[in-house]
């Protein structure tokens, strides 16, 4: 993994701060892309210190991911500060809070369709050229159990991250020829500030610690499977879910 090259949306906080923190410890260069400016940069400091090199260990880009632009120019900022772009964690998410009865707000819904969705859709056909360029790499995306369960509590955040998995689904036979591995990791309630708004319906439900996201990413990163969505459920077994078949016809 020495030298491989990540860019890393949500990078300032989080899961994605976490998987920043790992990755340059194995060697890795990251971008790390974010509309919080002041984690951003802050982490990027951190990630820099004691580091005498010519090329940085991290640079910050301020990246809204609801803008197709601002993902382009975000691989932008890889290729030419590192040469190019081995891995795209797209991990910017947020919580939505909002049902389709009283509570709803089509702002936050468009919103939170915005990050959720558009900006995976947007950071896989901004970083497909430049893996392309490498002659492979990888694509991760962050879903969530919520796409792969009923989550009556946030349906919104469900629907959103659950298009995220099907998507990965259909991105990863098409792309797995060209040596270009699409995934989704699909964490349970992981410690972190997405949480917040949850916590009312949580009750005694075991936390993951980011620190086992961050294993089971860098197991995904290791796996070479492509198309799968990768559960990370307090005492379970990490291992890509399995969909049952679709029913076909009957005589």
């Not at 947020?94 to 969705?117: H, K, Q, W």
Request: glycine content about 12%.
């Amino acid at each position: 993994m020495q030298g491989k090259i990540a860019l890393i949306t949500g990078g300032a906080n989080g899961i994605g701060a976490a998987v920043a923190r790992r990755l340059t410890g194995l060697g890795w260069h990251v971008v790390l892309a974010d509309v919080d400016v002041a984690r951003g940069e802050a982490l990027a400091a951190e990630l820099n210190a004691g580091d005498p090199g010519d090329v940085p260990t991290a640079v910050f880009v301020r990246c809204d991911v609801r803008e197709p632009a601002e993902s382009v120019a975000a691989v932008a900022v890889a290729t030419e500060v590192f040469g190019g772009l081995d891995l795209a964690f797209l991990n910017a998410g947020v919580a939505t809070g909002c049902d389709l009865d009283a509570n709803f707000d089509p702002e936050r819904y468009r919103r939170a369709m915005s990050i959720n969705v558009d900006g995976v859709v947007y950071g896989v056909h901004a970083a497909l050229p430049a893996l392309r360029a490498r002659g492979g790499g990888d694509i991760i995306a962050t879903a969530s159990m919520a796409g792969l369960t009923a989550t009556p509590f946030d349906p919104v955040y469900g629907a959103n991250k659950a298009a995220v998995v099907g998507l990965v689904r259909a991105l990863g036979p098409n792309h797995e020829p060209e040596g270009i591995r699409v995934n989704a990791l699909c964490p349970s309630f992981a410690e972190t500030d997405i949480l917040t708004p949850l916590r009312p319906f949580l009750g005694d439900f075991p936390i993951l610690e980011v620190e086992t996201v961050v294993d089971a990413f860098v197991k995904i990163l290791a796996g070479g499977l492509a198309g799968e969505a990768w559960p990370v459920v307090p005492g379970r077994d990490f291992e890509p879910f399995r969909f049952r078949g679709v029913p076909g016809p009957r005589a």
